[in-house]
């Protein structure tokens, strides 16, 4: 009896791995899958809306990435159905559902908060200004294809949070600590957004949403988390200037 509890435990163990794998293929494959779709995809834009090469641009960007997202993540999602414990790293009882949301909301500020700390660390001791390309990139290519804040608000931040907090910081984590699980995922984080100037920014979040996640032992609490800042930041960044316009001719009225 004790024998076939081992295996049966052995194979479970076995099979979150194969699931972690995958889902960390899958993601990896998003990410260079542009490298040979971009271009046919581009032509496809351009044929159907009749753009030239320069205007079709942010719209085959804009939506080649929410595609892109959205496929991954249907996949993903799938994927981890079929393994109803996959999501089971820790012991314990998980936070409530309430909490798991409070705990999101908070966690908002707390990644805000340390994003903040973490710009003035890199002007002070760095000299490094604040403003980050990769961010100006999105937004740029947002404002030509909308459909890109779907998947930046929504698509990103959950394929991040299944990437980079469950299958990194969950797997390393039953098997080292919380630190060492924390500190590498949080620095693979910053390195996938390739925005190497700036990856102290990066790696505060990731610490932080890997805290959210092992506070409350639910994904769901750094996905809130993270879909708050992308969201905040993605309103800000692309609803910049109407506002400015909207608060001086308010100015004006006055």
Known sequence: MERILTVTTSQKINKHKKTALYVLLIYILMQISGRWLLKPFHKLVMNT???PSEQAAPLTQGWYIAL????????????TSRDKAFWDI?????????????????GFFL?????????AIEMTVFGIQGGSQ?????????KGAPITILAIVVF????????????IFGSLVQTTNFWVAAIV?????????????????????GLIFAFLYHKTKRIWTSIIAHVMLNGFVTFVQVFAEPLQKFLEELEKMQ
């Open 49 to 51: 809306t009749g753009l």
């Open 68 to 79: 892109s997202f959205a496929i991954a993540l249907i996949l993903i999602l799938i994927l």
């Open 90 to 106: 820790y012991k314990g009882k998980k936070e409530t559902i309430p909490l798991t949301i409070v705990w999101g909301i908070i």
């Open 111 to 119: 990644v805000f908060f340390g994003q903040m700390i973490g710009a």
């Open 134 to 142: 990769n961010t100006a990139d999105i937004v740029a290519i947002a």
């Open 156 to 167: 990103g931040p959950v394929l991040e949070e299944f990437v980079f907090r469950r299958v």
């Open 185 to 205: 995922s949080a620095i693979f984080f910053g390195l996938i957004h390739f925005d190497f100037t700036h990856i102290l920014l990066y790696t505060i979040c």
